[in-house]
């Protein structure tokens, strides 16, 4: 099959296609937009960072046990660009990948994929339960608590961030910054 770059409409919908939780949209809604406020900080294509942060998760509901390797298999039957099922299968390096973040685009969807959901999680115990007035000081606050958001891997995260060379508290600041973009889309 020819290779056939993706619209947004396209992706949009190939995620319904698959994805029915609402979580799982929300989470995927939240990767999108820190995957575009960072594309725009870094003078990226914004279309092509969003349209990969939107699909990483494509398979996660109905394959949990091929993640990655599932989408790898739909978009290239889709025939989609090589180095967007690159991108998308790399952001589970080291969990269900060997496949090594290397471009910046590859290490942003690594990094910050974890840490929107410990990010949300946060939001969603405080008075205002949003992200609006959220400040990486009380995120970092939470992370020391390993009881509280147990299941995301703060290993991958701090991985991610040492991948881009930022402190975590500057990872954590951008990606509030980007979720902010979306807040309303998803929920908080």
Known sequence: MQEHLPTYEEALALLK??????????HAYAVEGVMRYMARKLGEDENK?????LVHDLDYEQFPGEHCHKT??????????E???RSIVSHGWGLCSNVEPGSRMEKVLY????LTGFISAVALVRPS???KDLEAKSVLKKWKDKAFAASVNRQVIERGANLLG??????ITETIAGMRQVADRIGL
């Open 17 to 26: 296609e698959f994805n029915k939780s609402e979580s799982l949209l929300k």
């Open 49 to 53: 960072w969003g349209i990969i942060g």
């Open 72 to 81: 790898a298999e739909i978009l290239k039957e889709k025939g989609w660009p």
């Open 83 to 85: 180095d967007y099922i």
């Open 111 to 114: 990094a910050i994929d974890e």
């Open 129 to 131: 339960r949003s992200v």
């Open 166 to 171: 930022m402190e975590l508290s500057d990872l």
